[in-house]
């Protein structure tokens, strides 16, 4: 047992070691601040398995498994000592047969060895009968398999033959299920028979874990030490929040990398989120533009990364080791090297494939941050953005329309413009109209919706008319961060010159950007989405709907609105607040539901190839709830939904945003 241990530890501390030298090769990254929410998160994230249930028969029979471990750790450490004492029930006293706490432990240990078993069971049934399609079908995945199952049995032989040799002829023992169970198929051999099956569950039992912690750096079971330790770690900050890139003009002219180039430029958040990944394929089964045919898959990246990360591990050592001599090895881009740039350019920023990990592994991150190296190092974009680029740099806006132009949404309507309020926006809210409502003609019926709900519940309102610009959403998730910092600290500067401190937007993407990023360039603004606005409104009886809608309506959740700030019930409590409208729900809904297609800049350039248009995919989900109408509550949304409802030829179903709903039922028109 001695030289067993001694073995396996030895050869764990190696390779342990090595993976501790890449997380320490990794660049730095702030994340020891709220120790007890973070304490919290991966009590009930990690411990409580949380997002494990998204996944009802795997969660199930992943719960089995992980609770399990834990009971049978305790087996484990009393069968190591059993290997150096010399009686057959030690358990480190308390836990010693015969005694209370033995026995009960004795129990719990049988009771979790047949969920363990039946929950290999049901990963083998998916792997090897289901072929369940987010799953690899990988030897080392089934190894595993046959590795937990072995160990359970070995343990199970190991009690029963111990029963039979020792304790012949005893019977069941409630406190030893399994072993008192299975112990007659032991009592027919003599006497050395039974020793050697008894010593042979011992040895094969304790081999195996110790194997098998061996296998852990090497395989994608390493999240059993690495788990727990990254969901602690996760980013507290807003969901919907990019980290900005510090100093950016500095590190241009001193010629540093901006992005993710390499793996050198990953953080150790980034790099235990590679060894965390259990290749569950929970991100790409929700992935839009997995779904599509687009050849985007979350899981792959991660995976690939990792391979790339392992492969180069030991010239990495070597780098760090001449650092200073002028040596050293030249690590390849990522791009293209590792990830296509195209299905870096698919990916919508919907965070469906973060909601969905169970690791809290982050994605728009590091897919935002190749972005950003392929657009402002290399200039390796899209064609098709860089009319946006140019129309955002130049107009302000991504529509190439003029600032001038900016009010024409509002044409008939009364619209106080903060340039012509002596006071600024003192006591008033900041209606942030956003470029889509001001550009798009559809788009414009929301603020214009807006407006006038405004105007009936008698709001202190105002706008910045031809001040206010786009809020760089599109050019920051597109990777255009410089581009992005200039817009953003000009519009800070505009709101803080009038004064504002509340504002509300009819875009789910503004209200994202100005609520979430713009404090990192000094804006810390109140920032409500016209859903939270609109839903008060209507609870204080200021707005009160009275005519009947008579419609079936399904809302469709915006990704920058639900997954990225939670706001799931607000536009669901105006809709519901109309008479006539009865609300279904889309099988995919919440945070669950299916992007439309415009995040991350996709609204503003041609869409990768695949199989499918995300918004087309998505209106198909949104049809089949037989609904007469859908409800959105961003421009971005009504935009792709709408064209994709024109395409499907479909007039019987209407597109309204919610505040449209709402006003048709106040006024009993839209005008
Ligand atoms: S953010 Fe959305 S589109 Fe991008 S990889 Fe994740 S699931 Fe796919
Ligand atoms: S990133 Fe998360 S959801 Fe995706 S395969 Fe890895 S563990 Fe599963």
Known sequence: MALLLAASMGAFGVLAWR????????????????????????????????????????????????????????????????????????????????????????????????????????????????????????????????????????????????????????????????????????????????????????????????????????????????????????????????????????????????????????????????????????????????????????????????????????????????????????????????????????????????????????????????????VMERGENPASLNGAFQSMERAGNPYAAGAEDRLKWAEGLEVPVLSDLPEGAKDRVLFWVGCAPAYDARARGIARAMVKLLNHAKVDWCCLGAEECCTGDAARRAGNEFLFQAMATGNVETLKRYGVTKILTVCAHCFNSLGNEYPDFGGAFEVVHHTQFLAALVREGRLTPTHRVETSLVYHDACYLGRHNDVYDAPREVLRSVPGVTLVEAAASRDRGMCCGAGGAQMFKEEEHGTQRVSEARTIQLVQTGAKTIASACPFCMRMLTDAVAKQGDGAIAQMDVAEVLLKSIEGEIA
């Not at 730095?28 to 998204?54: H, T």
């Not at 050697?196 to 304790?206: D, L, N, Q, Y």
């Not at 590190?251 to 990953?266: A, H, Q």
């Not at 919907?350 to 690791?359: S, V």
Request: glycine residues 10%.
């Open 19 to 374: 993976r501790w030298r890449l997380l320490r090769l990794a660049r730095p990254e702030a994340r020891f601040d709220q120790l007890g929410e973070r304490f919290r998160r991966m009590m009930r994230m990690g411990v409580g398995q949380q997002r494990m249930s998204r996944y009802p028969l795997a969660g199930l029979a992943h719960k089995a498994i992980f609770f399990g471990f834990i009971v049978l750790l305790l087996r484990s450490l009393i069968l190591f000592a059993r290997g150096f004492v010399d009686a057959p029930g030690f358990g480190y006293w308390v836990f010693d047969s015969g005694t209370l706490l033995g026995n009960v432990y004795a129990l719990v240990k049988d009771v979790y060895v047949v969920l363990v078993l039946a929950g290999v069971g049901v990963f083998a049934y998916m792997r090897l009968v289901a072929r369940t399609r987010r799953l690899t079908l990988s030897a080392e995945g089934v190894l595993i398999l046959v590795i937990i199952a072995t160990m359970m049995i070995a343990d199970v032989v190991y009690d029963a033959a111990g029963l039979a040799l020792h304790h012949p002829g005893a019977g069941f023992s409630p406190w030893e299920p399994l072993g008192s169970l299975a112990a007659p198929a032991f009592a027919w051999m003599g006497d050395g028979a039974k020793a050697f099956a008894w010593h042979a569950g011992f040895w094969v039992h304790v081999s195996l874990v110790l194997g098998f912690l061996n296998l852990l750096p090497l395989s994608k079971h390493f999240h059993i030490i690495t788990g727990l330790p990254n969901v602690f770690f996760q980013d507290l900050t807003p969901p919907g929040r990019l980290r900005p890139i510090a100093d950016i003009e500095g590190k241009i002219e001193r010629g540093e990398t901006l992005g993710l180039r390499t793996l050198d430029d990953l953080t150790w958040k980034g790099v235990l989120d590679l060894y965390s990944c259990t290749e569950c394929g929970r991100c790409t089964d929700h992935c839009p533009a997995a779904k599509t045919g687009k050849i985007l898959s979350p899981k792959a990246i991660t995976v690939d990364l990792r391979n790339h990360l392992y492969a180069t591990g030991s010239s990495r050592g070597a780098t760090k080791a001449v650092e200073g001599e002028g040596g050293g090895v030249t690590l390849e881009d990522i791009v293209p090297a590792v990830v296509n740039p195209e299905a870096l350019w698919a990916c919508t920023t919907c965070r469906a494939c973060e909601q969905e990990c169970p690791l809290n592994i982050s994605y728009v991150d590091k897919i935002v941050d190749m972005r950003r190296h392929l």
